[in-house]
């Protein structure tokens, strides 16, 4: 079994910044893809970013490209997402998720485990 728990939403001002964080209990985490995906109020799981195995690889959603980063610490079992300039339509509940396969990591159905999510406002 593998735990996610994510960390670090909050309520920020549009143009501001956040680091999210989703510490894994899992032995190999090197071995998982890592994604983010994320859900405002009566819309579907948006794709948000994510990472290959030893991170050589990521995918950004159109929408956070050039805002968004996601990045990994395979030593400490962990995956960040640094949001800057944010914007109200960043507003969601963001996950993070664990799959064994990078294809199709935009798509929910490939990733396994799921962490509960952590809510992110953004006012403007």
């Known amino acids: 079994q593998v735990q996610l728990v994510e960390s670090g939403g909050g309520l920020v001002q549009a143009g501001g910044s956040l680091r999210l964080s989703c510490a894994a209990s899992v032995r190999t985490f090197s071995t998982y893809v890592m994604g983010w995906f994320r859900q405002a109020p009566g819309k579907e799981r948006e794709f948000v970013a994510a990472?290959?195995?030893?991170?050589?690889?990521?995918n950004y959603a159109d929408s956070v490209k050039g805002r968004f980063t996601i990045s990994r610490d395979n030593a400490k079992n962990t995956v960040y997402l640094q949001m800057n300039s944010l914007k109200p339509e960043d507003t969601a509940v963001y996950a993070c998720?664990?799959?064994?396969?990078?294809?199709?990591?935009?798509?929910?159905?490939?990733?396994?485990?799921w962490g509960q999510g952590t809510q992110v406002t953004v006012s403007s």
């Open positions: 990472i290959r195995w030893s991170g050589e690889y990521t």
């Open positions: 998720a664990a799959s064994t396969k990078w294809t199709n990591v935009f798509i929910t159905r490939t990733y396994d485990y």
